[in-house]
């Protein structure tokens, strides 16, 4: 890449978002980040060195806008990290309220394809699409029909993506349980400390980023000792 590489990472207040979002301007990446929560997303960002921090939420037509516009003419990374849980516990399939179901979806289906469509004309042969999955997205859980579907969906479409744009790199990647504050709200009032810290699922996403891996759907776990 010529000059400092440009990146798009949503849901970078905290989590897997910001552990990415950190390790990635320690290597000198500028870069445009999100989260719905503006306060924090300002907080945790404060200390970074060459990023645009813009609150809103990723369902939004003009705030997806709004996160190319300050990306520039070329963008060679987007990863859409940001999730919506939805309900928690989470109610029955048979149970689940549409338009809540609607909500979910927006954030982690229509969301993440329209910031793609949006950026897709900034991205040069060889950038790279980071759609971030859940095995939740690939086993029928019970219970987790909701956020579980959506992640189905977006792995699916993610496949479709990396069949239709060849000059790309699109990956679909599962980083695994993580101690993160989503992980928490998915098992209210559990004690969830034996989980990893999300630092610990980046050198996976690093490998693929800083990697030529084809596109495909991989484990974070298992992509730390890629060679790159």
Do not use: C
């Not at 790199?169 to 009032?189: C, E, I, K, L, N």
Request: no cysteine.
């Amino acid at each position: 890449m010529l000059g400092m590489p440009v990146g798009i990472v949503t849901g970078a207040s905290r989590g897997l978002g910001l552990a990415l979002a950190r390790a990635l301007d320690e290597r000198g990446w500028r870069l445009v980040v999100d989260a719905r929560g503006g306060d924090e997303l300002v907080e945790a960002t404060a200390d970074l060195s060459n990023v645009a921090a813009i609150p809103g939420d990723v369902a939004d037509s003009e705030h997806r806008r709004a996160l190319v516009d300050a990306a520039g003419e070329r963008i060679d990374l987007v990863v859409n990290n940001a999730s919506l849980l939805g309900p928690s516990p989470q109610p029955a399939l048979a149970d689940y309220p549409l338009e809540t179901l609607q909500e979910v979806y927006d954030t982690n289906v229509f969301g993440p394809l329209a910031l793609l469509q949006a950026a897709l004309p900034h991205m040069p042969e060889g950038a790279a699409l980071l759609n971030i999955t859940s095995d939740a997205g690939v086993e029928p859980y019970e219970g987790w029909g909701g956020y579980g579907s959506s992640k189905a969906a977006l792995e699916q479409l993610t496949a479709i993506l990396a069949a239709e744009q060849p000059r790309l790199r699109v990956y679909w990647v599962d980083p695994g349980d993580m101690r993160t504050q989503m992980h928490q709200d998915a098992f209210p009032g559990e004690d969830i400390s034996d989980r990893p810290p999300p630092q610990e699922s980046v050198p996976g996403l690093l490998a693929l980023i800083d990697g030529s891996l084809p596109s495909g759907r991989y484990r974070a776990s298992e992509l730390a000792q890629v060679p790159r």
